[in-house]
């Protein structure tokens, strides 16, 4: 019986060596073992002359089979990992970067890995590479999964030509004396729709048309503290001042008491047709542009549609109380998205058989 034990035990030894020595074994068993998440960084850098954000998450070994898709109006990037675990990792990550604000590590399958990363504006394809990098041994890097999420390319080169000879009146909200609403941060609405207008200015100039801002800087409109009706009526009477005047867009933040708020929306005065329609168009663009969830497009008794002598449009490009869309409202970029969508919008418009005399009412 001891001979017996004996041989048992040499033969044990004897197999761990040949497991040893018998070339591929020992990593044919390391393979077959689940390939485990273990590293994450983040860089700020530049790809293609356009601002960028690098995500790495690394894994034990390579390669990883994955597949990724986008959802435009939710924002998000979804990357789903095979034969993996997501190991050590948070499962919610906070990101600091203006393109991007969290990210998501979810076991959905006891095999499978889900990544999600939720960016600060509407992404499509040209904007998110998604693949996998070698071992960096110099830079202490194992295998990685690399998310390269780019800032949105803009489309303020462009031009119009239904908008050749429009005259259009644009509406930068509050100013002056009257901040409007105020972010978490200290995002001003009044700052924040004059950029804006400013921009539509210029791509509406650009594209040949004739423009009136009621403001070009941050001044009440009428006087300083003057009443409501004052300052809503002297930005009406601004489309006197433009000859030929055919269209009104007033730019507005939304708020809120409740900072879940969120969307954006589209306004006009019941019995105008001419700014029913523009309302839509606005509206259309605005939700294909900005990414925001689209809180529709309304009726409203505002001061400025209801004593405007020309089809007009109020809009609402974001709820500046709710902390991601305010930083969005802030973002040059995504400013130029929102001033496209607005002038898209106009050229519609105008395409569709809009004149010059067209009754509001």
């Known amino acids: 019986m001891d001979k017996i034990f004996r041989w048992a035990s040499w033969a044990g030894v004897i197999l761990a060596v040949l497991l040893i020595l018998v070339p591929g074994t020992g990593e044919a068993a390391r393979h077959n073992r689940m390939n485990e998440l273990n590293y994450f960084q983040t860089t700020g850098l530049t790809i293609d002359g356009r601002q960028a954000f690098r995500i790495e998450i690394g894994m034990e070994r390579a390669p990883a089979k994955y597949t990724a898709s986008v959802s435009a109006p939710d924002r998000q990037i979804t990357v789903d990992l095979q034969n993996m675990k997501r190991g050590e990792l948070h499962q919610d990550i906070r990101l600091h970067s203006k393109l991007a604000d969290s990210l998501h590590i979810r076991q959905s399958r006891e095999s499978a890995v889900q990544v999600q990363v939720h960016a600060l504006q509407s992404v499509d394809a040209a904007d998110f590479r998604v693949y996998t990098a070698e071992r960096d041994r110099r830079a202490r890097k194992p295998y990685r999964l690399v998310i390269d999420l780019l800032e949105p390319q803009t489309d ?190 106009l050229a519609r418009y105008f395409s569709e058989g809009s004149s010059r005399t067209e009754n509001m009412r």
């Open 156 to 345: 303020h080169g462009g031009s119009w030509k239904e908008l050749s000879g429009r005259a259009v009146v644009i509406d930068p909200g509050h100013g002056g004396s009257d901040s409007g609403a105020i972010g978490s941060t200290g995002v001003m609405e009044k700052e924040v729709t004059l950029s804006v207008s400013k921009k539509i200015k210029e791509l509406l100039e650009r594209s040949g048309a004739r423009v009136r801002m009621t403001r070009l800087t941050d001044v009440d409109v009428y006087a300083p503290n003057d009443t409501a009706k004052e300052e809503l009526q002297a930005r009406c009477d601004v489309v006197n001042q433009l000859p030929g005047a055919e269209a009104f867009v007033s730019v507005h933040c939304n708020s809120f008491s409740n900072p879940a708020a969120h969307g954006m929306e589209t306004y006009y005065y019941a019995p105008s047709a001419g700014g029913r329609r523009l309302a839509t168009r606005l509206n259309e663009e605005l939700a294909r542009a900005g990414g925001l969830y689209n809180r529709g497009v309304k009726q409203a008794e505002f001061y400025v549609l209801k004593h405007n002598r020309v089809p007009a449009s109020l809009i609402e490009i974001g709820f500046i109380s709710n902390e991601r869309e305010e930083a969005m409202l802030r973002d040059e970029s995504y400013q130029w998205k929102i001033a496209g969508a607005a002038v898209r919008a």
